[in-house]
């Protein structure tokens, strides 16, 4: 087998064994390593610890226990199971990752579902090491105003998010003021119990005069942003965003220094971008410093 072969016999090791203490040790025999190594390889690779990975996993076990039709084990029996020594300890760690407590989480049939762990294989190894940028910039992005479209999404809906780039497209001759010819795909106003939001396709404009009859013009405040490139691979750049998002917001974020804000989510295109493969954007998630 080669390394990334005995790396994913690891992860099945670690799979195999949530519900009791997982050792370090054990994984790396398994990729037939040394420890320190291992741990080593183990960040290189995924761009998280062991730790937050199995912590992380175990959560996302939970929270799919949370919406088990026929009710979960009790906070306690779940607490135990993600090896924490309290119900309290286990809630903390929960609203940490999904950003509300475990029964709210409940009520609202897993808003935060965005958030899960999932488990690593070949492909999300592949997606970490061809696609995404592990680190981000920390960016300060003024505000700035784009011109385009607005639609409200959810779950369901949102493959049809590019339909709407394609029925912006005869109106951008239209749009006055274009300024540095980027465009812009803009999450807001999410609704995170309905699992929906704005999305807004547009370009960046000087200034709003009139607005050519359909469209909408939409002014973005300035903020703090976690900003990662994204390298396109294949054809359908709306499926492949998705795993990005979910490494971002699953992965990186529970392991970072830094707090989700419900503000707006910004997909940055360079002037002339067309999504072929070889192609970049950038992806911006509103943050501040954890408490």
Same mark, same amino acid.
């Given at each position: ?15 195999? #064994? ?18 320190? #190594? ?14 937050? $990975?199995?912590?992380?996993?175990? /959560? ?8 088990? !039709?026929?009710?979960?084990? !009790? /906070?306690?029996?779940? *607490? ?78 949102? !493959? ?38 704005? $999305? ?25 942003? *976690? ?9 359908? /750049? #709306? ?13 990186? /974020?529970?392991?970072?220094? #830094? ?9 940055? $295109? ?22």
């Amino acid at each position: 087998m080669d390394l990334q072969e005995r790396f994913l016999d690891a992860v099945d090791y670690i799979e195999e #064994h949530l519900g009791e203490p997982v050792s370090l040790t054990e994984a790396a025999k398994r990729a037939q390593v040394s420890p320190a #190594h291992f741990s080593r390889l183990f960040r290189v690779l995924t761009g998280e610890t062991f730790g937050s $990975y199995v912590r992380q996993r175990r /959560l996302t076990g939970a929270a799919e226990q949370l919406l088990e !039709p026929e009710g979960p084990k !009790p /906070l306690i029996e779940l *607490a135990f199971d993600c090896q924490y020594d309290s119900q309290e300890a286990f809630t903390r760690a929960f609203k940490r990752a999904f950003g509300v407590t475990p029964g709210t989480y409940r009520e609202r049939g897993g808003p935060s579902r965005v958030r899960w762990r999932e488990r690593l294989d070949a492909r999300a190894l592949e997606h970490r090491k061809e696609v995404i940028t592990m680190e981000p910039e920390i960016r300060e992005i003024g505000s700035f105003v784009v011109v385009g479209l607005r639609e409200r999404f959810d779950d369901e809906t949102k !493959p049809q998010i590019p339909n709407l780039w394609q029925r912006l497209i005869p109106s951008i001759p239209k749009i006055p003021h274009l300024s540095s010819g980027r465009s812009f795909g803009i999450c807001l106003n999410t609704d995170t119990q309905a699992g929906s939001f704005d $999305y807004v396709a547009g370009f960046e404009v000087d200034r709003v005069d009139e607005l050519p009859e359909g469209l909408i013009a939409e002014t973005i405040p300035s903020g703090t942003y *976690a900003v990662f490139t994204h390298t396109i691979q294949g054809n359908d /750049l #709306h499926a492949e965003l998705q795993p990005t998002m979910q490494w971002i917001l699953g992965t990186w /974020l529970p392991d970072s220094k #830094h707090t989700f804000l419900n503000a707006a989510d910004i997909e940055i $295109y360079p002037p002339g971008f067309e999504p072929t493969p070889g192609n970049s954007l950038e992806i911006c998630i509103p943050i501040r410093p954890a408490a």
